[in-house]
Each structure stands twice: as structure tokens, then as C-alpha cells.
């Protein structure tokens, strides 16, 4: 079910092809009756949303000690494209940027933005969270997930938000390649669990990796996100169940 090839099914975007709805699927939403309370029973393929038993997000809390190997980064200038897919604004990266955890390389796909924050780390929420998808050979997903506060603008998210579409279904090629390492905080310590996709059809086996430490976003970038969305694009948190949340 999960493809990799010129595109991948992304965090919040997980259902797309490189963020436009597959036809076959019905249209979902964050609120009413096409919302999360409601994904599962939209078809047989989405129940995954109500039935399942590791499903992201979550509120990271109740930490097991653990050695995590530290996360080995190689990334590129490969940031080349924003998009507005409807759901999320995207930012596609070239091949040739990935990161190795415990002898594994995956490639880095995109990332993408929620606000607020879909996962919560002590039960805080956070004003902006984005998401870097990586991908396997086999396809299989690690997602590295950056907490925003409020403060001072992160000048490489600037370079996708300068270009930022405001229709959904809009892509702009980018005049400056973002390096995703540059929009992360210098302190790549981690959280992990197992998770699943936070969009339908909320597939699970996804390694999450959540930093600990923050980074900033002007009030403005975080503004223009929201108002470019419309609404809120945050999933509420699942319940943690028997998983461990390790640190």
C-alpha cells in the first residue's frame, strides 16, 4: 500500500501522491463530518483510523530510559519545491539527502507543517510542528518530527514560505534549495515511537522520531501558515496504549 517512487505517502499527507488525493478515496477533513472522529467510516480501507492500536499522534509522556543511536544526517541543498496539497503545505526534496538510524538509511522525502502541533510532549501543545518523511528501500517510513515556538523567524523555512501557495493543488519550484537540517535545532536529541500515518488511511509501523528541543517561527510565518490553510490541520492524540515512549 505504501509506494515509493518518484513520490511518497507523507505524514499528513500519507493518502497523496506527492500531496493530490488519490480519485479512489473519499474527501476528509479536519472538522465535521468528514473529520477525524469520522475517517473510519468513510471506507473499509480507513479503519484502521478507529481500530487500531498504535496511532499517532500522541502526548509523549511517561519516558523509558533507553541508548537511542544518535541520528546520522546526510543532507543536501534538495529542497527544490513548496506545494499546498490542501491539507498541509509541502516541501519536496530532490534524491539525494537521507539519514541513518541503526545501520538503516532512509531517504528524505518532504516535510510538511501542522498547526498547532499534532503531538504534545508533557501535554504541551505547540504552535507549529513540521514533519520530515523518510523512506526506506522498502518502503518502509521514519518520520522526524520539530516542534515550533513562538520567537524568531527560521530563515530556512523562509524560503518555502516566501513562495508559499495559497491554492490548494499549487506548486512553486523554489529559487533557493532549503537544506532540511538548517530549519531543525542544532540538538538532534529524541524521542521515539511506534506510530502510524496521522492522516487516513492511518497505516501503522511508522518510526517516529520526535526532538526534544524546540526551534522558533515568527508569529508572522506562523500566521501566514494558518491563514493559507484556513483551519486547523492537526489530528488529535491517540491513545499511547501498551507502547513505550523512549528517550
Known amino acids: 500500500m505504501i509506494a515509493i517512487a518518484a513520490s511518497v505517502l507523507s505524514a499528513a499527507a500519507f493518502a497523496e501522491d506527492h500531496g493530490h488525493e488519490h480519485a479512489a478515496h473519499p474527501h476528509w477533513s479536519y472538522d465535521g463530518a468528514e473529520g477525524p472522529d469520522h475517517w473510519s467510516q468513510m471506507e473499509a480501507d480507513f479503519s484502521t483510523c478507529s481500530t487500531g492500536k498504535n496511532q499517532s499522534p500522541v502526548n509523549l509522556t511517561n519516558f523509558i530510559k533507553a541508548e537511542l543511536a544518535p541520528i546520522k544526517f546526510d543532507y543536501k541543498a534538495g529542497g527544490d519545491q513548496v506545494m499546498n496539497n490542501g491539507h498541509t503545505v509541502q516541501v519536496n526534496f530532490a534524491e539525494g539527502s537521507s539519514m541513518i538510524l541503526n545501520d538503516q538509511t532512509f531517504a528524505l522525502k518532504q516535510f510538511h507543517v501542522h498547526s498547532p502541533s499534532e503531538n504534545q510532549i508533557n501535554g504541551k501543545s505547540f504552535p507549529m510542528e513540521a514533519h520530515f518523511v523518510h523512506a526506506d528501500t522498502d518502503g518502509k517510513l521514519a ?105
Open 143 to 247: 518520520v522526524i518530527a520539530v516542534m515550533f515556538e513562538e520567537g524568531k523567524a527560521n530563515a530556512e523555512l523562509q524560503k518555502a514560505w516566501k513562495s508559499m501557495p495559497h491554492g490548494a493543488g499549487e506548486e512553486v519550484t523554489l529559487k533557493e534549495n532549503i537544506i532540511g537540517t538548517a530549519v531543525m535545532p542544532s540538538d538532534k536529541s529524541y524521542y521515539r515511537f511506534s506510530g502510524s500515518l496521522t492522516t487516513p488511511p492511518c497505516t501503522e509501523g511508522v518510526t517516529w522520531l520526535v526532538l526534544k528541543k524546540p526551534v522558533t517561527a515568527s508569529k508572522e510565518q506562523i500566521e501566514n501558515f494558518t491563514h493559507v490553510m484556513h483551519h486547523h490541520n492537526n489530528r488529535p492524540v491517540q491513545h499511547v496504549n501498551a507502547r513505550a515512549i523512549l528517550e
